[in-house]
């Protein structure tokens, strides 16, 4: 697999791999944490406090990149950054452990910084061993292959996230997500030796913001938007613009940083302006993509907590029990959420979920026949298992469409890297329509869907995400200016922490719909759009690619 590669990718493919187990073994629970009841363990949440605390936090996670390539860029160096940011990630989730919902913010803001450090960083690394021409033709599938790395430890992930909370309790899986993050970093300490040559730092240009001006400029204003954003609503309508005064804060916050990049391409040099234009006109259309992507945590992980017939055949059944992926449900009466006629459980005054004496919530849209009687329980899958579809189709999808590109390159049909994007967009629309025809087969969710609903929309989505995500990641590489290359990769982050935030504004929605057909109708229509654009300023975009890279 990395042969023809640079010495330095299978350490950071190693590394990377144990740093998305511990991510998406946190992200893989996280929503079903927060609306687990209390007496179990949970916080307690009601749907849209989740949802509103999913899409901040994985909004947040994705804007520090900004930031931490900065830094890396003009002071740390690539390597120290990623140590810096892997320490604070591990500690995080390991603090997430600790009941409390103080020691549970303090951790959720340990992991956004850390991650600010780490993210950018070792992809900038992975670009840069591409650098030299003996490597420079492989940069695609290099990125391509890296990618696979993140999906295998986000795909084995859960497995363990739910064996540990189903045996021991949520504590102990969120200790697993730190322990993984310390692996990684171990490795990628002990392979150091093979990405030094990646690690050049590149002296600013004259036209470049100093660090000095870019904190009183940008940071100092993102914190005074934030504020401004979280109580200047409240104050002058007396309620959030966009339903929760954290979306208002976040939005407004990020206005400086939209403008910082806005300026970095009109002061750019005749020879850079291009280049940064072609990233940004990028950048705002996979805001798109990652608004429709996240929602597998939120909106998804609900369809698939509530609506999906997640029963397990017999002949599997002992299987599954043990390793731990089995929840036992049965008639028994106790305090559950009651849910409403759109699914969604009441809630009292302050967001808190509201518990009444009757039947598990699963039973709701179950036919009667196969309740369980007596003291017989139903055994279903932990729905935490369905995150673990779309990293297990990356990695199998992968080679193959490595291969596919590598097929048609051989016969000079190869789409430029702007043309995957737009390809991944559109692929990213048809996904969308298959939780529409999911609604429309469960009689809009008064009857269980088939799992096979899910994993399929999850099976396309993955074809978009392969065309599109590690694209996107050669595509900076491919034309940030050498000393921006970090700084750049920022910016992709923060287009995928604005379609993050929006992912949970969105999932947040969900129980506004009686039908839910109209929810994913709405993410068709963004996808398409956003599909559109691409492909309309295609010719401009494999201009700038072409004239700065000798390539497509």
Request: glycine content about 10%.
């Amino acid at each position: 697999m990395f042969k023809n590669h640079p010495k330095g990718l299978p350490v950071l493919f190693f590394t990377e791999m144990w740093e998305r187990f511990g991510f998406y073994l946190m992200l893989g629970i996280f929503t079903l944490y927060m609306i687990d009841p209390a007496k179990n363990g949970g916080m307690g949440y009601s749907d849209f406090k989740a949802a509103d605390i999913y899409g901040t936090y994985i909004a947040l996670v994705y804007l520090t990149p900004f930031l931490g390539g900065l830094l890396a860029d003009r002071i740390l160096g690539y390597r120290k950054a990623i140590l810096i940011g892997g320490i604070l990630m591990g500690t995080g989730y390991i603090g997430l452990a600790v009941p409390g919902d103080a020691m549970f913010f303090l951790s959720l803001l340990l992991i956004i910084i850390g991650n600010g450090f780490f993210k950018p960083n070792i992809s900038t690394l992975v670009g840069n061993l591409y650098n030299n021409d003996k490597f420079k033709v492989y940069k695609d599938s290099g990125f391509n292959i890296f990618y696979m790395g993140i999906n295998i430890g986000a795909f084995l992930c859960n497995f363990i996230a739910a064996y540990l909370r189903n045996s021991f309790g949520w504590g102990y899986a969120f200790a697993a997500a730190g322990l993984g993050m310390f692996v990684g970093l171990i490795w990628f300490f002990v392979g150091q030796k093979h990405v030094v040559e990646a690690d050049v730092i590149k002296p600013a240009a004259p036209e470049d913001m100093p660090l000095s001006k870019v904190f009183t400029t940008i940071f100092i204003p993102l914190l005074a938007f934030g504020a401004l954003g979280w109580f200047l609503p409240l104050l002058l309508i007396g309620s959030p613009l966009l339903g929760s005064q954290s979306t208002d804060a976040f939005l407004f916050a990020s206005l400086p940083i939209i403008y910082f990049f806005a300026s970095l391409w009109l002061k750019a040099s005749k020879e850079d302006k291009a280049p940064i234009g072609a990233l940004l006109s990028v950048f705002s259309v996979v805001i798109i993509f990652w608004s429709i992507f996240h929602q597998n945590g939120s909106a998804l992980t609900i369809w698939a907590e509530r609506y999906t017939d997640r029963e397990i055949p017999a002949i599997v059944e002992p299987v599954a029990k043990t390793f731990g992926f089995t929840q036992e449900i049965d008639t028994t009466r106790s305090n559950y959420p009651i849910l409403d006629s759109h699914g969604v459980p009441e809630t009292d005054e302050n967001g808190k979920v509201i518990y009444q004496y009757g039947p598990h919530p699963y039973l709701t849209n179950l036919d009667e026949q196969r309740h369980p009687e007596g003291d017989q329980k139903l055994k279903l899958l932990s729905t935490e298992i369905f995150q673990s579809v779309n990293p297990f189709f990356v990695v199998f999808l992968t080679p193959v469409v490595v291969g596919f590109f590598g097929f048609l390159r051989k016969r000079g049909k190869e789409p430029s890297t702007p043309g995957k994007i737009g390809l991944g967009m559109l692929i990213t629309a048809i996904s969308t329509t298959v939780m529409m025809l999911a609604v429309v087969a469960s009689g809009n969710g008064m009857e269980k869907s088939s799992a096979l609903w899910l994993i399929s929309s999850y099976g396309v989505i993955t074809i978009g995400e392969l065309f599109l995500s590690p694209m996107g990641l050669a595509l900076v590489s491919k034309l940030s200016p050498p000393r921006l290359t970090a700084l750049m990769m920022g910016g992709w982050f923060l287009a995928t922490s604005l379609g993050n935030k929006l992912s949970g504004v969105l999932s947040g929605l969900w129980g506004s719909f009686e039908n839910k057909i109209y929810f994913f109708t709405i993410n068709f229509i963004g996808a398409a759009f956003g599909a559109f654009l691409i492909f309309l300023l295609l010719k401009w975009l494999k201009a700038v690619v072409k004239e700065h890279t000798g390539h497509h």
